[in-house]
């Protein structure tokens, strides 16, 4: 059954019914690791993943403002639900980016069907996209066969189609090959141990003598040889994730502040949420974290303006602004967790309310790119000029 076709209004609507919802037994899923098969089930049947399918393949093919909103949204339920679905979003993007017409009808199809897109790049041990060891070898017939291991696979578990980043033949250009979820040789295992975004089963991949037909296999190895938008609308949704992280932090410390916290003797008030060192506190962190989704706002328009006339300067001025969303966002979600302590008291440091999960979130969302480099770019510019690199993490 086909997924309903999403306007921008409605995008966003159901994303917040579905924060709403998921928001409810967050605390319990991260705490107890419980993987949340049944709300990504929802997810899927939403239209939420069909979103960003372009109007000629049959989808809405909504700006990416809609999209960064849309996870911000979902981040504030539960963050680790709002990554599982990146990856998706990407590779439809890299789709839309590399693929041919026949591909992508097939797999833009699909997606209006329901379906998702996991993700099987990264590889331990490796420092480098060009040094990654999963290979694909010709298997004498015209298709392919794939062999290797993959780490970080977020939504891997529960695609229908796991994109896997390789290279064409020993030492050849880098390619995607867009595999059966439940092809032979496909091993999806969720050992992710992160002591946040516990329940993304961001796991590992392992692929072996995975047939692949031809018609799977999408260049990718050009994808950064001119100006490009790739990098900057991967990064301007782990922003929105922050961000999200950030609010969902702030509106669970109201909570206990309003309802249960002790106020402190010296403040000469009957409720916590009087006190006026509490209130100003709280007044920081609102404006940190409303900067912060401003910019992810802005950065997502810029992505916007870039895609519909792209060059080396709009290219550079989104990146840009998704530089400064992801530095703002960085810093937002990891005071807004820590501070949420200093304000709700001692009650909130109580093991079974599991307040700390929006602190760990952060902190292990934000590593996925240094924040210091982003500030490092917006410097060069503003000291010389000088637009980002063109890469997956800018």
Known sequence: MSAPVLTSTSAVEVAGELATLFAKEAG???AERIIPH?????????????????????????????VAEVFRLLATGDPSIAQIPHS??????????????ELR????AEVLDGASFGNAQAEAGTKHV???????HPDGQGDWRLEGTKSYCTGALFADRIPVLAHRDEGGPLVVAWVDRHADGVTVTDDWQGMGQRTTASGSVVLENVAVPDALVMDWAETFDGPSTYGAF????????????????LRDAAEIVTTSARPYPDAGVSRAADDPLVVHAFGEVELAVRGAEALVAEAARAVDRADADLDERSAGEASLAVAAARAATTQASLEAGTRLFEVAGTRSALE????????RNARTHTLHDPAGWKVQHLGRFAVDGVLPPRHGQI
């Open 28 to 30: 319990v899923r991260d």
């Open 38 to 66: 049944g709300e990504i089930a929802m997810l899927k049947e939403s239209g939420l993943l069909a979103i960003t399918v372009p109007r000629e393949y049959g989808g809405p093919g909504l700006a990416v403002e809609t």
């Open 130 to 136: 060009r040094d990654l060891r999963t290979t694909l």
């Open 234 to 249: 991967a990064q301007v949704l782990h922003a929105a994730i922050d961000a999200g992280i950030a609010r969902a932090a």
């Open 88 to 101: 998706h979003f990407v590779f439809a993007n890299a789709l839309r980016l590399r693929g041919d017409d």
């Open 105 to 108: 009808r097939t797999l833009f």
């Open 352 to 359: 079974p309310l599991n307040l700390d999960r929006h602190w």
